[in-house]
Each structure stands twice: as structure tokens, then as C-alpha cells.
């Protein structure tokens, strides 16, 4: 279901909810969307579901009470700009075919956990203008796919990890206007 950059309106449809054999959902840039994201997400069937799209639609909610572990397929999962708040969940970590996460522009709050780094296919991550702190844990630098990295606009301290067993992959990381 593709419906990038519209301008509709309204509550996130749920039309998917019986439908076993939905894949793809982009909602992205359709500011007019509203809705609850846990319930968004559990109305979708999650066998075969991989990309998820909603980047600058209007959510409420956290993630981390999602039921992210029921995702077994994921590959995408984009949320930036919808207005989320919270801590980053633990739960990310069980997303095991995830390559590209983008967190961005929202308002999450704490330290960025090291489980993250467990996310073996990842090739994207953008964490970037939230309100994240603490250091970055090492175990990003070990994630042999990663070849974006964006964590600009945090209050991120401490020391940048070594990227050096992940050199040949990595193409860009952004930290800066971080503390």
C-alpha cells in the first residue's frame, strides 16, 4: 500500500487489519494523518509484513510499548517527525532483519541501548533530533552492514567508538550539535 505524499486526512485507515498478505505500508508525508501508534501497529497483520512508512504523519504514543518481537520480516521501519516520545525501546533489538531505522525528529528521551548493536543487517540508523544522552555505545561500531549513522542533534557525551572493523561499509556518520 503506497500512498506517499498526499494530502490526506484523517485517522491512519486500519483496512489492512484482514488482510494477511499486506507487505509494504508508506503513509510518509501526509501531515493530515493522525493516530495512535501502538494501535496502528497492532492492527497490522505481521507474517509477511516488511516496510513501514510513516515519516511526518501526526502520531501519538511510544514505541516501546509496541509489540515490535511479532515483526519477524521487518526490514524498514521509518518514524520520523511523528511526534513520538519515550525512551527507545529494548525490544528493537528482537528485529533481527532490520536494515534501515529511522527514529529522527522526534522527541525521545535517555540513552541509546547497546542491544542496538545486535541489529546485524542494519544498514541504516538515524536517531537524530531527539533528546537523546549518555554515550554511544561501542557496539554500533560493530554492526558489519551499518553504512549510515546519524545521530546529530542530541546530547550525546563521551568518546566516538572505533569504526575501524566497520570501515569498508561505512559511508557517513553525522554527530554534530551533539554535546
Known amino acids: 500500500l503506497y500512498l506517499y505524499n498526499n494530502q ?36 497490522i ?18 514505541l516501546d510499548t509496541a509489540d515490535l518481537a511479532r515483526f519477524t520480516k521487518l526490514d524498514i521501519l521509518e518514524l520520523r517527525g511523528v511526534g513520538l516520545s519515550g525512551t527507545l525501546p529494548k ?6 532483519t532490520l536494515s534501515q531505522l529511522s527514529l529522527s525528529d522526534n522527541h525521545f528521551h535517555g540513552e541509546i541501548f547497546s542491544g542496538i548493536g545486535s541489529l546485524s543487517l542494519l544498514k541504516s540508523l538515524s536517531l537524530g533530533s531527539n533528546d537523546l ?11 558489519p552492514t551499518l553504512k549510515y549513522l546519524f545521530l546529530a542533534y542530541n546530547f550525546l ?18 554527530l554534530k550539535y551533539t554535546d
Open 91 to 96: 525490544t528493537l533489538a528482537l528485529l533481527s
Open 45 to 62: 497483520p505481521a507474517d509477511n509484513f516488511e516496510d513501514f512508512w510513516c515519516n511526518y504523519c501526526t502520531l501519538e504514543g511510544t
Open 8 to 43: 490526506l486526512e484523517g485517522p491512519v485507515p486500519s483496512f489492512w487489519e484482514n488482510s494477511g498478505a499486506i507487505r509494504f505500508i508508506d503513509l510518509e508525508r501526509n501531515a493530515g494523518l493522525y493516530g495512535n501508534l501502538n494501535d496502528i501497529l497492532d492492527s
Open 133 to 143: 544522552e549518555g554515550s554511544i555505545p561501542d557496539s554500533i561500531a560493530m554492526i
Open 157 to 174: 557525551t563521551g568518546t566516538v567508538p572505533s569504526f575501524a572493523n566497520n570501515a569498508g561499509n561505512l559511508e557517513a556518520v553525522e
